[in-house]
């Protein structure tokens, strides 16, 4: 294999170790900006994000029927970024849009990530990478060899884990 195969290699290795942890821990840890998007905002005052590691809101934007879409002023909203997940609250006075299409009629723009990512999942990453690149070739004649993760990654990611008290 070449060095350039390698490289290749295990630059597939870390997206995919990235995403094991990203799923273990229920949020995106490398910075980045996503859409979350609603069918409709209920009368509820607050709106919670279905997404961890939430680093700000950006703005808000409803789509009527018509495919019209209009940005809600920020002063219009609070955000919550100390709760876990992060909320959203209507200032006073405020209201959601009414006026929106049934399906995906709301997108909340978001940044997310950890920032800076914690050395303890960055460590995490790493035996994992040496993981995936060490077992590579986890079979032996016909037989699948089970490589256990490597020593020390749950301990590492535990920390991380969302805890559900439902």
Known sequence: ??????DALINRY?????????????RPIVAHTLDVLFDRVY???????PIGSV????????TNDAGVATV???????????????RLGLAAGGTWPSD?????????????????????????LRLLVGHYYENRMASVGDERVDAA????????LAPYEMVSLA
Do not use: N
């Not at 997206?15 to 229920?26: F, K, L, M, P, Q």
């Not at 009368?43 to 994000?49: A, G, Q």
């Not at 680093?55 to 409803?62: F, G, K, N, R, W």
């Not at 049934?102 to 999942?121: F, K, S, T, Y």
């Open 1 to 6: 294999m070449s060095t350039v195969d390698d």
């Open 14 to 26: 870390i997206t995919t170790a990235r995403c094991y942890v990203e799923r273990r821990i229920e």
């Open 43 to 49: 009368p509820s005052p607050w709106l919670t994000l």
């Open 55 to 62: 680093l700000a809101v950006t703005s808000i934007t409803s």
């Open 72 to 86: 809600l002023a920020p002063s219009a909203y609070v955000v919550d970024l100390a709760s876990t997940p992060a």
């Open 100 to 124: 929106v299409r049934a399906l995906q009629g709301v997108a909340i723009r978001v940044e997310v990530g950890l920032v800076p990512v914690p050395e303890d999942l960055v460590h995490a």
């Open 149 to 156: 993760l490597p020593f020390g990654v749950d301990e590492l």
